[in-house]
């Protein structure tokens, strides 16, 4: 029931499925899983191969630190 207030009127999208998609490719879920599993494991490594060697680099600093303060 439509009243005068009701301007401009509401749109209704109505989507018919006459036939079961199935996704395929790259946009099937065992695609879409395996892809983001694979981005966290790269992004995983990338942030250990740079957190590992900035780490080694503090210690030693501060060894370095502690060997100059103890002279």
């Given amino acids: 029931m439509e009243h005068e207030w009701d301007w401009p009127p509401t749109r209704r999208r109505r989507y018919y499925r006459t036939f079961d998609y199935q996704p395929s490719g790259w946009n099937s879920p065992v695609a879409k899983k395996a892809v983001r599993i694979y981005w966290r494991v790269t992004i995983t ?19 370095l630190l502690w060997i100059i303060i103890t002279l």
């Fill in 45 to 63: 490594l990338i942030k250990a191969l740079i957190s590992i060697p900035l780490s080694i680099l503090a210690i030693g600093a501060f060894w």
